[in-house]
């Protein structure tokens, strides 16, 4: 370690660290009129830029701490050394990969030097997400500035043709929940927006205003909650209905009180009480919600080469009961909405996010829904069972592994219903992992279908020995249809036995 930590910090985190925003620069190329970062964009009275130095330690350690995911902000991230043509920004980008990170991205405004694209340790990033707010330079200019979207589009466009993964990021409007001539929600054309590009996702962002402090500089661009509560089931609609070719992140945002107390355990999701995320910022704060930047709040400071813990009234987390399931505290201090109650601006339910399946979160939903977990090492057929999985509207992605002994370390933890899994991995095969889960949980043990393109029928024999019927299929193709078949197959007889 870099960095002398106090107890209470690595205390908190634990294990439990999965990712890390570093939030790169105070300064930014454009004035959003909803900008959360205002206030530190505005005024510094040290420094705007994070000390390049500190950068390298402080990925160091958090990857050490079990970090995995890395993302890479502002103000404008691409502003970080532009001085020197971006030479700290590439070489954080390459050190991260060296570190071990699996999926390093960059939040982004798009205003860049197109140039940027073109360097090689800028194409090692996993993802490039683009903020923009609207669908047309008509929506989105006003909001974020003039010529914006045009600077956007050249930027992304470019970007797509060079192969990168491409995600768009949009903070929810007013004028995203109007209607167009044809009664379609701009939100709607945002997506279809995003589809037509060629974007592998789409994520949103809420504005509302909730008591906090980002409430007085974010803007006059926030909607009601009725508004919202019609417009998320309008698209979760469609997003179970599989009208869009794209994951599509959305925030929940509300619930009502009967439902939260069905599932609270779901819908109190917090970053701040499961550890799982580090905010860091370039004047020495150290935080975990983004809803407290701004502020005087945080939980620690980075400095002289030692991470302190705040001992002061100003630590984040005072007011949180951590460890009951409640509404997002820092929203609920003034209990001023009626019948609903604040979720976790990261609160996205069944959303395709690497750190969301990493915690495994759609296990604590008891809807009902079939409960799968997804053991493969090749990542394009692990996403396309997922994706799979996901088109059901009765079925729930609640782990994934790449390796035999995680595969088997998540059934136990998570205890899926179904597992669809690669008979060969690389540490071990699927006979073991049966002889263990059976030894350890005997007749809860789920229902396997194994990925296989050939079995010598001694193993079939062995692994029908160690768990008969729990063993379902040999899949040797597992393509949408097969793999939607099976669970819709095993539904229909989980429906049967349960009449």
């Keep these: ?59 160091s350690d958090f990857r050490e701490m079990g970090a995995i995911k890395l993302t890479l902000m502002g103000g404008e991230p691409t502003l970080y050394g532009i001085k020197e043509h971006n030479k700290p920004l590439l070489d954080l980008i390459k050190k991260s990969k060296e570190l071990g990170y699996e999926y390093v991205r960059i939040d982004t405004n798009g205003q860049f030097d197109s140039d ?5 340790e800028f194409k090692m990033l996993d993802e490039i997400t683009f903020s923009i707010d609207g669908p047309t330079p008509e929506i989105n200019d006003p909001i974020r500035g003039q010529g914006s979207f045009e600077k956007f589009l050249k930027n992304m466009r470019k970007a797509k043709e060079l192969g990168y993964n491409i995600n768009i990021t949009t903070c929810i409007s007013k004028e995203l929940i109007k209607r167009d001539e044809n009664g379609n929600l701009y939100l709607d054309r945002m997506i279809k927006f995003a589809e037509d590009e060629g974007i592998e996702k789409i994520n949103f962002h809420n504005l509302f205003k909730t008591g906090v402090p980002r409430d007085y500089f974010s ?11 019609k417009v998320w089931k309008e698209i979760k609609t469609k997003i179970q209905n599989n009208e869009y070719s794209i994951p599509v992140r959305i925030p ?21 009480k499961n550890g799982s995320r ?14 407290m930047i701004g502020t005087p709040y945080a939980i620690a400071r980075y400095y002289d080469n030692k991470i302190v813990w705040d001992k002061s009234p100003t630590n984040e987390l005072q007011a949180h009961k951590m460890h009951e399931d409640t509404p997002c505290t820092n929203q609920y201090k003034k209990n001023k909405f009626g019948k609903y109650i604040p979720l976790c601006v990261s609160f996205k339910p069944q959303q395709n996010e690497i750190i969301w399946k990493q915690l495994g979160w759609e296990t604590n939903n008891q809807d009902g829904k079939i409960r799968i977990l997804v053991a493969y090492n090749d990542k394009t057929i692990q996403d396309d069972i997922i994706n799979s999985i996901n088109s059901l509207n009765y079925a729930n992605v ?33 006979l073991d992992i049966l002889k263990k889960t059976k030894e350890k949980l005997k ?38 249809k097969r793999i939607t078949g099976i669970i819709k197959d095993y539904k229909e007889y989980i429906e049967f036995q349960n009449k």
């Excluded at 940027?116 to 090689?120: A, N, R, S, V």
């Excluded at 009502?256 to 819908?267: A, G, I, Q, S, V």
């Excluded at 998540?410 to 060969?424: A, G, M, Q, R």
Aim: negative net charge.
């Design 1 to 59: 370690m870099y960095f002398k930590m106090d107890k209470e910090f690595t205390d908190y985190f634990g294990k439990n660290l999965r990712q890390v925003f570093l939030y790169l620069v105070d300064d930014c190329n454009l004035r959003c009129t909803q900008c959360l970062y205002k206030l530190e964009i505005g005024f510094q009275m040290h420094k705007k830029e994070m000390d390049y130095e500190d950068a390298v330690k402080l990925i």
């Design 116 to 120: 940027l694209l073109d360097q090689p």
């Design 219 to 229: 803007g006059n661009l926030d909607i009601s909650i009725e508004e919202w509560s």
């Design 252 to 272: 929940q945002s509300f619930t009502t009180k009967e439902e939260f107390d069905k599932n609270p355990r779901y819908y109190g999701y917090c970053s701040c």
């Design 278 to 291: 580090i905010l860091a910022h370039p004047n020495g704060m150290i935080r975990v919600c983004s809803l």
């Design 398 to 430: 609640v782990g994934i592994a790449a390796e035999g002994l995680d595969t088997y370390n998540k059934i136990i933890d998570l205890k899926p219903e179904l597992v669809f899994t690669k008979y060969n991995m690389d540490d071990t095969s699927g």
């Design 443 to 480: 007749e809860d043990m789920p229902v396997f279908n194994f990925i296989v393109n050939e079995m010598p029928e001694d193993q079939l024999q062995d692994m029908m020995n160690v768990a008969g019927d729990k063993i379902n299929c040999l899949i040797t193709n597992p393509d949408k």
